[in-house]
């Protein structure tokens, strides 16, 4: 079965760091499109970084600057480095893999909670 496995998250300080990676693991042997969604509740989930498999990248305008995603493609894996965090960054944040349509796939999801 495929599987997202995700690590890194935890508790840090306002303007602290974190990086979280995501790494795919099953019948996966290429991807199109990797990134990383997050959600609070009572909140739908929102796109925060994405990579295309050819070093594409897209941010939402709420982390640029701050967040860097990047990818290893011979590892099927992505990395987010988050860097000056804020309170409003604090969510679950989940892993995503497109591969082609009706195979996508979302990892368990990983808190990240920024508090003084």
């Known amino acids: 079965q495929v599987q997202l496995v995700e690590s890194g998250g935890g508790l840090v300080q306002p303007g602290g760091s974190l990086r979280l990676s995501c790494a795919a693991t099953g019948s996966i042997f290429s991807f199109y499109v990797m990134g990383w969604y997050r959600q609070v509740p009572g909140k739908q989930r929102e796109l925060v970084a994405r990579?295309?498999?050819?070093?594409?990248?897209n941010y939402a305008d709420s982390v640029k600057g701050r967040f860097t995603i990047s990818e290893d493609i011979a590892k099927n894996t992505v990395t987010l480095q988050m860097n000056n965090l804020k309170p409003e960054d604090t969510a679950v944040y989940y892993c995503y893999l497109f591969q082609s349509p009706g195979r996508d796939y979302w990892g368990q999801g990983t808190q990240v909670t920024v508090s003084s």
């Open positions: 990579i295309s498999s050819g070093g594409v990248t």
